[in-house]
């Protein structure tokens, strides 16, 4: 059974920051492209970053600068690291795993990230 269990969310004030964390279970972790999604209230689920492998990665315009994915496939979890958090942050942040691109793949169920102004 596919697991993904997203953690680290929370209360922040503009300027902070958070680090979520993904921890997956029966996935071959390793041939999985990892990837961090956000839903604000009203909107559709937008991409913010991915990592397809150790050192590849790919960000959104709006995190790029702030926002760094890692992954660690010894411990198959990966990592969004959030500086200079913005109140238009605020979100359900969605890890996800895919071994296409072009595929749904797997989700997590999400954790919050408020950030205040």
């Known amino acids: 059974q596919v697991q993904l269990v997203e953690s680290g969310g929370g209360l922040v004030q503009a300027g902070g920051s958070l680090r979520l964390s993904c921890v997956a279970s029966g996935i071959n972790f390793r041939q999985n492209i990892l990837g961090w999604y956000r839903q604000a209230p009203g909107k559709q689920r937008e991409f913010v970053a991915d990592t397809p492998r150790v050192s590849v990665t790919n960000y959104s315009d709006a995190v790029k600068g702030r926002f760094t994915i890692s992954r660690d496939d010894a411990k198959n979890t990966a990592y969004l690291q959030m500086d200079n958090l913005k109140p238009e942050d605020t979100a359900v942040y969605y890890c996800?795993?895919?071994?296409?691109?072009?595929?749904?793949?797997?989700w997590g169920r999400g954790t919050q990230v408020t950030v205040s102004s």
């Open positions: 996800n795993a895919k071994i296409l691109e072009e595929t749904p793949g797997y």
